[in-house]
Nanobody
Framework: QVLLVESGGGSVQAGGSLRLSCAQYRDTYSNYYMGWFRQAPGKKREGVATIDTDGSTDYAHSVKGRFTISQDNAKNTLYLQMNSLKPEDTAMYYC????????????????WGQGTQVTVSS
């Protein structure tokens, strides 16, 4: 199993940047597919970005070119660099880990973090 702890959220103006972190605490070593999902008030949880065990990444169309997902295996930390933020990016962002590939279109994962809030003002 793995405990996920997100951090780095906050309030910024449109056009600003934030870098989210997801620390991973494991009882035993395991390979996981990692990802970021978000949920805004009144909306369903949606996929933002995923990264496979081989380093391959996938992004939601709405964030392509603005967000970058990366994993530092030495630090057991997942990152989400968010640039050119828009008000529609406002949501609770969740880190996800799963032994099987995550899908952006399906907000399902074996493990979830508690979330970190991102608020973007216009």
């Amino acid at each position: 199993q793995v405990l996920l702890v997100e951090s780095g959220g906050g309030s910024v103006q449109a056009g600003g940047s934030l870098r989210l972190s997801c620390a991973q605490y494991r009882d035993t070593y395991s390979n996981y597919y990692m990802g970021w999902f978000r949920q805004a008030p009144g909306k369903k949880r949606e996929g933002v970005a995923t990264i496979d065990t081989d380093g391959s990444t996938d992004y939601a169309h709405s964030v392509k070119g603005r967000f970058t997902i990366s994993q530092d295996n030495a630090k057991n930390t997942l990152y989400l660099q968010m640039n050119s933020l828009k008000p529609e990016d406002t949501a609770m962002y969740y880190c996800a880990a799963d032994p099987f590939p995550l899908r952006l279109r399906v907000a399902e994962s074996r493990y979830w973090g508690q979330g970190t809030q991102v608020t973007v003002s216009s």
